[in-house]
């Protein structure tokens, strides 16, 4: 079994909690997000949605 990461940072270098979103408020085709993904925070661009989910594209990794 693996353990799970732990990095050292100063405090400027952590991000809050992220405001809830009330559902209905919705985003749009390419609205700029960051989205948490793969155990981080990544910007990327919505790029379509089904139902309530959303799909993002990751330019820096064509994910």
């Known amino acids: ?3 799970l ?8 270098e952590v ?6 979103i009330k559902f209905g ?3 749009s085709a390419f609205d700029k997000v ?3 993904d793969n155990d ?5 661009k919505v790029s379509g949605q089904r139902g309530p989910l959303y ?3 990751f330019e ?4």
């Not at 990461?5 to 400027?12: F, K, M, R």
């Not at 981080?40 to 990327?44: K, S």
């Open 25 to 27: 408020s919705g985003f």
């Open 40 to 44: 981080g925070w990544w910007a990327g």
């Open 1 to 3: 079994m693996s353990n």
């Open 34 to 36: 960051d989205a948490f």
């Open 55 to 57: 799909f993002v594209y």
């Open 5 to 12: 990461l732990v990095e050292t940072v100063s405090a400027d």
């Open 60 to 63: 820096t990794t064509g994910d």
């Open 15 to 20: 991000r809050p909690v992220p405001p809830r």
